[in-house]
T-cell receptor, first 113, second 115 residues
């Protein structure tokens, strides 16, 4: 069974902290994504990666960075957390090309206080 | 660029009612189309998909038909259950010549089904 696993379901961090959200997939997918989900705004793409050490900005990259040192792992980094980054974060993976769907992790609910 | 527009809701129905959630899209090339469902507190799960014009995706009593002429992919179910209460997202993955690697989502539609 395919699996995308996010390291935490819930996180509470303080303003100014450096925050790491980890995501691991076991499907040997080339593509990995980080989305942010907010009420009324749907899912917005933060960053994606199509290969190890490769990354591209999505629609809302400001305040975030990413790391992909291994194919199966994609990390989202909040360099200095702020209260407006309180949100649900969703990781996904998919094959590089073709019509196959993306597979999602269970989400991380991050609260910045 | 690619975009997806879906009815925003919320939608509230009684059990056994008929459901339609409208979805239209704008995309270059020949996108694949998807409906995802998100149950409370969970991530997104694929509900159904269609990869070319006139394809019908179906799963768990839900159906959607890929209509290229109207650029639509409306979700339907003949008789909803309380357990169908969730947020539903329409999405596309770009076809050739477009952004094939990423999914573009609509804003989601909250469905509540009352007993």
């Amino acid at each position: 069974d395919v699996k995308v696993t996010q390291s935490s379901r819930y996180l509470v961090k303080r303003t100014g902290e450096k925050v790491f959200l980890e995501c691991v997939q076991d499907m040997d997918h080339e593509n990995m994504f980080w989305y942010r989900q907010d009420p009324g705004l749907g899912l917005r793409l933060i960053y994606f990666s199509y290969d190890v050490k490769m990354k591209e900005k999505g629609d809302i990259p400001e305040g975030y960075s990413v790391s992909r040192e291994k194919k199966e792992r994609f990390s989202l980094i909040l360099e200095s957390a702020s209260t407006n980054q309180t949100s649900m974060y969703l990781c996904a993976s998919s094959p590089l090309l073709g019509s196959t769907e993306a597979f999602f992790g269970q989400g991380t609910r991050l609260t910045v206080v | 660029g690619d975009s997806v527009t879906q009815m925003e809701g919320p939608v509230t129905l009684s059990e056994e009612a008929f459901l339609t959630i409208n979805c239209t899209y704008t995309a270059t090339g020949y996108p694949s189309l998807f409906w995802y469902v998100q149950y409370p507190g969970e991530g997104l799960q694929l509900l159904l998909k269609a990869t070319k014009a006139d394809d019908k995706g179906s799963n768990k009593g839900f159906e959607a038909t890929y209509r290229k002429e109207t650029t639509s992919f409306h979700l339907e179910k003949g008789s909803v259950q309380v357990s169908d209460s969730a947020v539903y997202f329409c999405a596309l993955r770009g076809g050739r010549g477009g952004s094939n690697y990423k999914l573009t989502f609509g804003k989601g539609t909250l469905l509540t089904v009352n007993p």
